[in-house]
T-cell receptor
Framework: GENVEQHPSTLSVQEGDSAVIKCTYS??????FPWYKQELGKGPQLIID?????GEKKDQRIAVTLNKTAKHFSLHITETQPEDSAVYFC??????????FGKGTHLIIQP | DAGITQSPRHKVTETGTPVTLRCHQT?????MYWYRQDPGHGLRLIHY???????DKGEVSDGYSVSRSKTEDFLLTLESATSSQTSVYFC?????????FGPGTRLTVL
């Protein structure tokens, strides 16, 4: 089955700086890669996703890149703000069944 | 929240008792999922459904069963709860490729 590795587990950045979270996947058949943000006590919230026929996607301050050859994808957050502090999860899916998640990155925005 | 509700939101039970968690959706989505979330493991798929009475196992299905007799409801049952099933349980629906999650149920098995 699919295996998703996510790094780092904790990331601390100064407010206004950029943050990058990286994930690798094992199954070359995976074709959909979402990113979720989870705040304390809440369910994961989809923030951006990318499909395997696209190399990069951007939505305001967040962007995701995908390298199918290397089987890795990354989340980029620019001009970080205090409300970006949360746990972020990457995931991958190849078929009709559910997502395989990374173990999460705790992003801390330092004032 | 994509019209997803979960009940109960919190439950404390004892080892060996049966427990049923309910996921309810209002938007007629075909696919529904149950995940559990544990520290250090992220979210892991328990079971999923691709239609009424159509279900399949996920990565961590041992000790769990599911039922879907109506499109809007997906039930997760722990036949005999164990302490290792203490977790936060999330239901999700799928809309095209995107999955949207409910608010979760925190289950404690003593």
């Amino acid at each position: 089955g699919e295996n998703v590795e996510q790094h780092p587990s904790t990331l601390s950045v100064q407010e206004g700086d950029s943050a990058v979270i990286k994930c690798t996947y094992s199954d070359s058949a995976s074709n959909y890669f979402p990113w979720y943000k989870q705040e304390l006590g809440k369910g994961p919230q989809l923030i951006i996703d990318i499909r395997s026929n696209v190399g990069e996607k951007k939505d305001q301050r967040i962007a995701v890149t995908l390298n199918k050859t290397a089987k890795h994808f990354s989340l980029h957050i620019t001009e970080t703000q205090p409300e970006d502090s949360a746990v972020y999860f990457c995931a991958a899916r190849g078929g009709a069944d559910g997502l395989t998640f990374g173990k999460g990155t705790h992003l801390i925005i330092q004032p | 929240d994509a019209g997803i509700t979960q009940s109960p939101r919190h439950k404390v039970t004892e080892t060996g008792t049966p427990v049923t968690l309910r996921c309810h959706q209002t938007e007629n989505h075909r696919y529904m999922y149950w995940y559990r979330q544990d520290p250090g493991h992220g979210l892991r798929l328990i079971h999923y459904s691709y239609g009424v009475k159509d279900t399949d196992k996920g990565e961590v299905s041992d000790g769990y069963s599911v039922s879907r007799s109506k499109t809007e409801d997906f039930l997760l049952t722990l036949e005999s709860a164990t302490s290792s099933q203490t977790s936060v349980y999330f239901c999700a629906i799928r809309e095209v490729d995107e999955q949207f999650f409910g608010p979760g149920t925190r289950l404690t098995v003593l």
